[in-house]
Nanobody, 127 residues
Framework: QPQIVESGGGLVQPGGSLRLTCAAS????????VGWFRQAPGGDREGVSC????????HYADSVKGRFTISRDSAKDTVYLQMDNLRPEDTGVYYC????????????????????WGQGSLVTVSS
């Protein structure tokens, strides 16, 4: 059964780093725009970052710009979210989401179309 597998979450101190991984099982991410959402305890789900199918376009929420980096490895058919200089407010469940989008859709508006598949990966930033 096709699914998405997220990994890489955990407990880290403020200022630390984590790398989240999104991989597909039973199918390929190659043609898909891929993004990450997060949901803090008691909060709404928000878009964090996304990357085009080619990897040439990326977008970041203002709250993570300069600290998070999204990338994709076509050989491994995997998308990564490198999170540096983590803050307590980055705590939440991070979800990988995908969408098959035409190039005419601006990357900044991709979040509207992205569909969450996985169970999420918990990131806790605390001292």
């Amino acid at each position: 059964q096709p699914q998405i597998v997220e990994s890489g979450g955990g407990l880290v101190q403020p200022g630390g780093s984590l790398r989240l991984t999104c991989a597909a099982s039973g199918w390929s991410l190659a043609l898909y725009t891929v993004g990450w959402f997060r949901q803090a305890p008691g909060g709404d789900r928000e878009g964090v970052s996304c990357i085009s199918s080619s990897g040439g376009l990326t977008h970041y929420a203002d709250s993570v710009k300069g600290r998070f980096t999204i990338s994709r490895d076509s050989a491994k058919d995997t998308v990564y979210l490198q999170m540096d200089n983590l803050r307590p407010e980055d705590t939440g469940v991070y979800y990988c989401a995908v969408a098959l989008l035409p190039k005419s859709v601006p990357i900044a508006t991709s979040y509207t179309y992205l569909e969450v598949w996985g169970q999420g990966s918990l990131v806790t930033v605390s001292s």
